[in-house]
């Protein structure tokens, strides 16, 4: 069996298992990382959108073979401590996270972790493009909510931006 | 065929609360807080209510004139059928000055977890955050306290909880009384210490052990004042954001459970197809991960090292099936036969002078999915077998399971995991039972996932049903209003059917002749307008779906059909919705929320050609709803491009009010209407599933169009009603049925047509269908071709 390596929330992890098993299933079912969600494993629902080097990924489509021994994966579990410390928000969590608890957002919470990292991405993407989140950031978000905590989803976003 | 009816004179007015309750209930004055319960023996404080001591609340008086769920609905059946066995619900106090409870009710996402540690926390003064909610594992000895349902645990619950955390804050203060040496009534209760006016203390900590009796005993309490409280009725957050938010909230397959591997099942091409044989069991075992494969009645279960490994294995697989029970059939075939089980419409009254006005309309499947999947993990094994599950009525899958299972029911332990969400579904227990089968075949214990596929294709539905509306108009006055509901039968074999069985001697004179559905029909829908002659009935037909209620069961589709001919009735009268909706409403708490929205919604401003304004009600759950959309129709927004999606008409505006009688966590509430409000606009606009030759076509969310992102409202208002009763009302279906009809109505005013079906988008597939062989689909490998 092909001994897999990256880096999981900041931490060298190695796992003996084929080179065409998605991420998803090597994070939950082997490293027993069970932050991102399965919910549908076709890429559509979002539910297990993480990190790949700064990037929202989707690992339900990505086969762990396909990541190297540097990428650096960032889950739900690990997002906290890519924020600067004076960064934290009274929890020690990411401000992403902090404004989804100002808001309330979660119901069921089973997509949250995935709508957080998504949020962070876009946030990161508008940055990058020198300007602010617009509606049309919001409209674009595919992440599947079937609680339909949508409104609260998008303030907290925009909350979460001024606090990033 | 049920039905009921109410003759309303013209212009009366029922000025009655919410709740429906009598104003004899001030008569009792202080009584209604004063009751009877226990302290458990223990070697801390446990204290428990005993409910069935008392005369019920809800008086089951044979209504006349309103319509029956005016004077007895669902919840107060539900509520009843749970008051026997209150006694049983017990609240801990420990030394660690927590207080702990094990709620017999599912936590789904509704945020009973949280407004039910409120209730604890107002009543024995502790805070918030001392407060530990578990879920109770299947308890038969609740009978049918049991069942997370129709919104009804906040109603059902909430004076049981009270009395229990009562009688606990009493027998810490009696016990702080000897150990600070003054009288209970000098002593003050607050934030979990009590102290003396000498300014001694002492912390429920550490009277936990000294408060508790060694012998059961019954004690009478008061309960608090609602003058005094500081809790209830406050905006609180959920007591597990947290976990929510740092992805450590643990559902169903998140469980570690020892050597329980991740299981699929294989399932037939056909809905509800049988598996036959294996063909080529030894090549699926011989796939890297793959450990076993068996069949079970419902398919073939692969087991292996990761669910990855088992979609492998479940497409590999090569099954011999028989055909399920609608083979061949499509949507058009059940509808056919669903018109043929219409029944004829009574006649309205004869009167040469007024005009008939007639809608008929179409409600297509659509499906309960939830985000997290079916999922169950069993391990029966040596003549035991225990479960974990998302289950809103474990007492149920319990007894199912030891059935099928050939055990005794003391040797089967079915536990409850908080779900990710349920919608009607985790009402079922079919991974559960499924589990226990995969498990009891393959000798070892199993973690069953269903694929999102199944999920979508196989997983209950919201029945097909039709509406036919007629009603009699002379002037501006209707003369008589009948409706006839035609559905797919709804299955309630879950617990709830068993309750209208068990409750059906008890309940008023002429329901407890009916069966399940018509029972439930005849409990949940009701006209709150004074139309005269008022008939509304049901018939059901065709059990071969796997069915159930979707966040409601007839209300969304009923009251849909029901505001349409009113807005009908409206342009004959020549009055606008909101003034003809105002004239016609007989309840005042229900005009209380429709001039609410219509004021702060601007109700008559100006709109753009293409949009408009809709406006609808509703009352259910002990409490009454308005909504006011505003939607657009222009081309520029109905034809706005996203890939593989539906965009069409946008709802652009909502405003809604809601009166629960006492909201308990009004930020919950509102939640529960934002929620509420995004599944009324994917059934009106977006939502249904297509049955071709014999099978569901939607297998992912790309293809069941679920309200996103880019459907979603920009701009929500909820407002909710100050108290309007002493008692809570439901919350988690409360915000479907009238934003349902808002946006239908609504649609139809930007359009000038009426929409006969819905959702509106039924007639034209927009997705292609995934292969039915073999059942699900792989994942893709490009996804670092996606990152962003």
Not at chain 2, 91 to 119: C, H, K, W, Y
Not at chain 2, 282 to 295: M, N, P, R, Y
Request: aromatic share 6%; proline share 6%; hydrophobic share 40%.
């Amino acid at each position: 069996m092909p001994e897999q390596s990256f880096v999981l929330n900041g931490e060298k992890v190695t796992v003996d298992v084929a080179d065409d098993v998605r991420v998803l299933w090597v994070l939950r079912d082997l490293l027993g990382v069970t932050g991102p969600k399965y919910g549908c494993g076709i890429n559509v629902c979002k539910a297990c959108t993480s990190h790949i080097n700064g990037k929202a990924f989707n690992p339900c489509s990505v086969p762990v073979g396909e990541v190297g021994d540097d990428d650096e994966i960032t889950t739900i579990e690990g997002l906290p401590d890519t924020a600067p410390e004076d960064q934290r928000g009274p929890h020690g969590l990411h401000p992403m996270q902090e404004a989804w608890l100002e808001r309330d957002v979660a119901q069921c919470g089973y997509c949250q972790p995935g709508q957080i990292m998504a949020a962070v991405a876009v946030v990161r993407r508008a940055r990058d493009e020198g300007r602010q989140v617009t509606d049309a950031d919001l409209d674009g978000i595919r992440n599947i909510c079937r609680c339909g905590t949508y409104t609260r989803i998008r303030e907290a976003i925009r909350a979460g931006e001024q606090s990033m | 065929m049920s039905q009921h009816s109410g003759t309303t004179s013209p212009h009366t007015e029922d000025t009655r609360a919410v709740d429906g309750s009598a104003v004899a209930d001030d008569s009792r004055g202080t009584s209604r807080r004063h009751f009877l319960g226990y302290v458990l023996g223990g070697t801390t404080l446990m204290a428990a209510a005993d409910l069935g001591l008392f005369a019920s609340p809800a008086e089951a008086t044979i209504p006349t004139i309103p319509s029956i769920p005016e004077l007895y609905d669902l919840n107060d059946l539900l509520t009843h059928a749970a008051m026997p066995t209150a006694n049983l619900i017990a609240i801990s106090v420990n030394e660690d000055g927590t207080a702990s409870f094990a709620l017999p009710r599912a936590e789904v996402g509704q945020g009973i977890t949280t407004s039910t540690a409120m209730i604890i926390a107002e009543e024995l003064e502790l805070p918030l955050d001392k407060v530990r909610i578990t879920l109770a594992p299947a308890r038969p000895e609740l009978l049918f306290n049991q069942l997370t349902g129709g919104s009804n645990t906040t109603i059902s619950t909430y004076t049981p909880i009270r009395v229990a955390a009562a009688i606990a804050k009493l027998e810490l203060l009696k016990a702080a009384a000897i150990l600070l040496g003054d009288t209970i009534g000098n002593l003050v209760a607050k934030g979990g210490v009590i102290e003396a006016p000498d300014g001694s203390s002492v912390t429920y900590g550490e009277l936990a052990r000294k408060a508790a009796s060694p012998t059961t005993k019954k004690v009478e309490v008061d309960l608090k004042s609602s003058a005094g409280f500081g809790i209830v009725g406050t905006p609180q957050n959920r007591i597990d954001a947290i976990d929510a938010v740092t992805g450590t909230k643990t559902y169903t397959t998140d469980l570690q459970v020892p050597d329980a591997l991740p299981t699929m099942i294989c399932r037939a091409p056909t809905l509800n197809g049988i598996p036959l044989a294996i063909e080529n069991k030894a090549e699926v075992l011989a796939l890297a991960g793959v450990t076993d494969v068996a069949l079970i009645d419902t398919g073939v279960a692969v087991r292996a090292e990761t669910f990855g490994q088992a979609i492998d294995g479940v497409r590999a697989l090569k099954v011999r099936w028989q055909d399920g029970p609608v083979a061949g059939e499509s949507d058009a075939s059940v509808l056919t036969r669903l018109k043929k089980a219409e029944l004829p419409m009574p006649a309205l009254p004869k009167n040469p002078l007024a005009k008939t006005v007639s809608a008929d309309f179409t409600f297509w499947f659509r499906s309960n999915s939830a985000m997290d999947t079916n999922s169950a993990v069993a391990d029966v094994r040596n003549g035991k077998a225990t479960v974990w599950a998302g289950l809103k009525s474990p007492i149920i899958a319990k007894q199912a399971i030891a059935k099928e299972l050939g055990l005794g029911e003391a040797d089967v332990e079915v536990n409850v995991v908080q779900s990710g969400g349920s919608f009607g579904r985790r009402l079922f227990h079919d991974a559960a039972l499924e589990a226990a089968k995969a498990s009891k075949a393959i000798g070892k214990p199993v973690k069953l996932m269903w694929h999102r596929a199944d999920d979508a294709r196989v997983g209950r539905a919201h029945p097909m049903a039709t509406s036919r509306v007629r009603a009699s108009l002379l002037g501006n006055e209707v003369l008589a209003f009948h409706q006839s509901h035609t559905s797919v039968e709804t299955d309630f074999r879950h617990g709830l059917g068993e309750i209208v069985t068990a409750m059906a001697a008890d309940l008023p004179a002429g329901l407890g002749n009916l069966g399940f559905a018509e029972t439930i029909f005849t409990l949940t829908q009701e006209v709150p307008y004074n139309f005269g002659v008022v008939l509304q009935t049901l018939a059901e037909t065709d059990g071969r779906f796997n069915t159930g209620s979707m966040r409601n069961i007839y209300s969304p589709d009923v009251r849909c059909a029901n505001e349409l001919m009113v807005d009908l009735l409206a342009k004959e009268a020549k009055l606008d919705p909101y003034t003809f909706r105002r004239k016609m409403l007989r309840i005042k708490a229900v005009r209380g929320v429709l001039d609410k929205v219509a004021e702060v919604g601007e109700w008559g401003k100006a709109m753009p050609a293409g949009t408009a304004q809709g406006i609808a009600i509703h009352k259910e759950y002990k409490g009454v709803s308005a909504c006011l959309v505003e939607i657009d129709c222009r081309p520029e927004t109905v034809n706005r491009k996203v890939r593989d999606a539906v965009t069409g008409p946008r709802v652009t505006k909502v405003t809604y009010a809601v009166d629960v009688g006492l909201p308990i966590n009004p930020r919950g509430l509102e939640a529960q209407m934002q929620g509420g409000i995004n599944d009324g606009i994917a059934l009106a606009l977006t939502s249904s599933l297509h049955l071709r030759e014999g099978h569901f076509m939607e297998g992912s969310w790309d293809n069941y169009f679920y309200t996103r992102q880019w459907n979603t409202p920009p701009e929500v208002n909820v407002i909710v009603m100050p108290p309007s009763s002493d008692q809570p009302g439901g919350a988690g279906e409360a915000g479907v049925a009238a934003s349902f009809a808002a946006v239908a109505c609504a649609y139809a005013r930007a359009t000038g047509t009426v929409p006969t079906e819905f959702p509106i988008n039924h007639g034209e597939i927009s997705f292609e269908e995934k292969p039915r062989v073999p059942p699900v689909p792989q994942s893709p490998t490009d996804g670092l071709d996606h990152t962003y």
